[in-house]
Antibody, heavy 125, light 107 residues
Framework: EVQLVESGGGLIQRGGSLRLSCEASGFTFKDYWMNWVRQAPGKGLVWVSRINEDGTYTAYADSVKGRFTLSRDNAKNTLYLQMNSLRVEDTAVYYC??????????????????WGQGTLVTVSS | DIQMAQSPSSLSASVGDRVTITCRASQSITSHLNWYQQKPGRAPKFLIYAASRLQSGVPSRFSGSGSGTDFTLTINSLQPEDFAIYYCQQSYTTPYTFGQGTKLEIK
């Protein structure tokens, strides 16, 4: 069974740091892009960051650029999100999501599947 | 950034109805459009990629269409388990962006 399990969330003061982890199982982790997506309480989904298969390329939402760092350890089948200088507006459930890619008629498509159960990060003022 | 706008924001329907949700991108995303379903307290579930291709295991009453900037998700013969929030998402370029969601409620 393909599974993603996040951990590392919790209550942290504004300006603090947290590291989220996402442990993957049931698939060949090193063959996939991986993503983080967050959801503030009662709000919609917001993409946070993406990393390629070998960790050499990352992309970030502007709202976290310079504060968050995405990395992976393919030997441990684990994705990490280092979050520094946390703000109250970073409060959300953080989901890790696999990013499969498929070529259709010569064009590559990607999506988020599956998603982990999420880990809640609460930043207090 | 590419903005994604869904309509309606909420929708009431009955079991057995056919419903359509619309998603509009602020610029052309060709067919790089995905749909997800989210139930309360749960992680989103992936439904459709490339605007119209159904993920394996998703019931055939779900269908997607569109290209460029305008897309639709249609659910035929609504079942009780379909009442949820639906999100579109563009994967044309980062930052990937989602629509604000459409809440499908039981009438």
């Amino acid at each position: 069974e393909v599974q993603l399990v996040e951990s590392g969330g919790g209550l942290i003061q504004r300006g603090g740091s947290l590291r989220l982890s996402c442990e993957a199982s049931g698939f060949t982790f090193k063959d996939y892009w991986m993503n983080w997506v967050r959801q503030a309480p009662g709000k919609g989904l917001v993409w946070v960051s993406r990393i390629n298969e070998d960790g050499t390329y990352t992309a970030y939402a502007d709202s976290v650029k310079g504060r968050f760092t995405l990395s992976r350890d393919n030997a441990k089948n684990t994705l990490y999100l280092q979050m520094n200088s946390l703000r109250v507006e970073d409060t959300a459930v953080y989901y890790c999501a696999r990013g499969p890619r498929m070529a259709v008629a010569g064009t590559w498509y990607t999506w988020f599947d599956p998603w982990g159960q999420g880990t809640l990060v609460t930043v207090s003022s | 950034d590419i903005q994604m706008a869904q309509s309606p924001s909420s929708l009431s329907a009955s079991v057995g109805d056919r419903v359509t949700i619309t998603c509009r991108a602020s610029q052309s995303i060709t067919s790089h459009l995905n749909w997800y379903q989210q139930k309360p307290g749960r992680a989103p579930k992936f439904l459709i990629y490339a605007a119209s291709r159904l993920q394996s295991g998703v019931p055939s009453r779900f269908s997607g269409s569109g290209s460029g900037t305008d897309f639709t998700l249609t659910i035929n013969s609504l079942q009780p388990e379909d009442f949820a929030i639906y999100y579109c998402q563009q994967s044309y370029t980062t930052p990937y962006t989602f629509g604000q969601g459409t809440k499908l409620e039981i009438k």
